[in-house]
């Protein structure tokens, strides 16, 4: 897979520019996830990881940024891509199968895929012709998240909590567990610790939301560092 299968409409991201500096780390952390499980790293991602600054708060989410840097400046090229191949491809399958049907049934293209297309549409995503994995790929749903979160037109974070509910809180804080447990994993295992601390912070920042909108007050912001 070497990206999202979804393609959104451009009047969704219209508001970009005026993005809380909270919502555009949100953003760009759902689209490093997206990226990252779509296709390995190359060298150039891998540096710019292990460069980056990051937050020296003691929270959890903080801790699994400086983790991730760590393990892409140890990190080669060619390990990775290995590595990738074993976890996500393999001989058949890899060893994780990143797709919520397989989480939430046991089988691929079940009944979560058909509401998951059903979403989409009322959303204005298209299928990508070029892509043949089912869009219930974890790759996608990060990246359709990743649009959804720059989107700064009344209701949007609304709308991100119900996509949330639906198509990612049921399972993909699981799917980055296990991958931290993964016999293969080695760089992975950091992109697995990031992907459920921060599914886990979203989560609690997105019912926050749905919680403000049935008792008004003050807005909510996340909790990301």
Aim: with cysteine; aromatic share 8%.
């Amino acid at each position: 897979m070497t990206e999202a299968p979804a393609t959104h409409d451009a009047t969704a991201t219209a508001g970009i520019a005026s993005l809380e500096p909270e919502d555009r780390l949100r953003a760009d952390t759902y689209r490093v996830l997206g990226r990252l499980l779509a296709a390995p790293p190359d060298a150039e991602t891998l540096s710019l990881f292990a460069t980056a600054p990051v937050s020296t708060e003691d929270n959890l989410l903080a801790v699994a940024w400086r983790m991730l840097a760590l393990s892409a400046e140890r990190s080669a090229v060619s390990q990775v891509a290995d590595e990738y191949q074993t976890l996500f491809i393999g001989l058949g399958r890899g060893e994780l199968v990143p797709f919520g049907s397989w989480y939430l049934t046991g089988f691929l293209m079940e009944q979560p895929l058909a509401r998951l297309r059903t979403d989409m549409q009322k959303l204005g995503f298209e299928r990508q012709d070029d892509v043949s994995e089912p869009e219930d790929h974890a790759a996608a749903l990060c990246e359709i998240m990743a649009l959804l979160a720059e989107d700064t037109s009344p209701g949007s974070l609304e709308v991100q909590a119900a996509f949330f509910e639906t198509h990612i809180g049921t399972w993909m804080a699981r799917f980055f567990r296990e991958m931290q447990e993964a016999s293969s994993a080695r760089f992975y295992r950091a992109v697995g610790q990031l992907g459920e601390q921060f599914i886990n912070t979203d989560q609690r920042y997105l019912e926050m939301v749905e919680r403000s909108d049935a008792t008004p007050g003050e807005p909510v912001r996340p909790g990301i560092s």
